[in-house]
């Protein structure tokens, strides 16, 4: 019974000890450090030290001036749903650091607003921006502030970024040195915010003709030249979407082009999606073949091809261009080519009678 005994005094001091020792572990600051291991960086963290050029026009923002900078996205208590958001990014450069929007962004974002009320549209600025205190606000950002889904949002590019596949590769100036900065910058942030969120991207020149529900997740849409488009896609944090996702920050790392217009967004993005569905038919791109990402066919969101995009504004061709987007979720009337041409309100031309709808 003595031994026994003493046996157990042993093995209850033993497990004591170690209960006092596990105490201190989850306890002692010195092992706390949560502040290290989940605590977002500060910009002052992340952003590169010297920032000139253009470079500058995606700094931080100063806390002083007369300028109310709107949230950045990450620190916002309002967070977007995970895979269900409907996300627009805007890369150009801010001089003023006032919000502007043009007739053709807003239209894109009410319309998604409009349509799809039960969504979340956040609008995300990647150079600071905000309202002038004590003004007017700017013009377009007005309406858009009448609707309870529509959020606007900044963003910091390197703490965005941070813990993503391309933290270290935005610490070089390759993005800056492209020839075509804003559009590229465009196709980086779209995949940096749907690897984090998930989620719905559209292009600033699209007009969203009906709600998105049906079109599923995880999926992009089949456009008429060579490469697939990325104006309008779903791609979901986890599974094939976050597969596709990183597949394209190795890209990036590895291809970046910053001469070709479309070579780190469609060329790209066609470039895997090939290898993922194991062929370059598109008309072989099913669901299945696709590991599960869907192609929308062009009519889907590409009715009219780029190279007819003037169909949208001739007035002689209102009838033919309504017939040919009728069925369509969404249209992109591809502002790269578009964006010269004068479209006076009151011009009897599809893209104002598709205005008028939606």
Known sequence: MTVQFASYLRYSLALASSIVLTVTILTDSRFLRSDIKFRTPSVNELEPSELNGINRCYKSPSAHGSISYFEDILDAEKQPTVGKAIFFHETTCSETGIVKLNAKQA?????????????????????????????????????????????????????????????????????????????????????????????????????????????????????????????????????????????FFGEVIKNFNGTSFIANGPKMLTRILEDICSTEDRTLWTRRQCQGLTIHPKETFYPISWSNYTLYFEPEKLDEALKIIENSTVIHVWNDRSKDIWNKFGINNAYQCILVAN
């Not at 590769?169 to 390759?174: I, V």
């Not at 804003?182 to 009906?210: C, N, P």
């Open 107 to 247: 239209c894109a974002i009410e319309s998604a607003a409009r349509l799809n009320p039960t969504r979340d549209i956040f609008v995300i600025f990647a150079s600071p921006v905000g309202v002038r205190e004590n003004e007017m606000l700017p013009q377009f950002y007005n309406k858009l502030q009448t609707y309870g889904n529509i959020y606007v949002r900044n963003m910091n590019l390197w703490r965005y970024s941070f813990k993503t596949p391309l933290t270290d590769w935005l610490k070089s100036n390759k993005l800056f040195e492209s020839a075509f900065l804003f559009e590229h910058m465009s196709d980086i942030v779209r995949a940096i915010t749907l690897y984090k969120y998930g989620g719905y991207h559209m292009d600033l020149d699209v007009i969203v003709q009906k709600n998105i529900d049906d079109l599923g997740e995880d999926f992009i849409g089949d456009d008429w030249a060579t490469v697939v488009n990325g104006a309008v896609l779903h791609l979901n944090n986890y599974g094939i979407g976050r597969e596709i996702s990183q597949r």
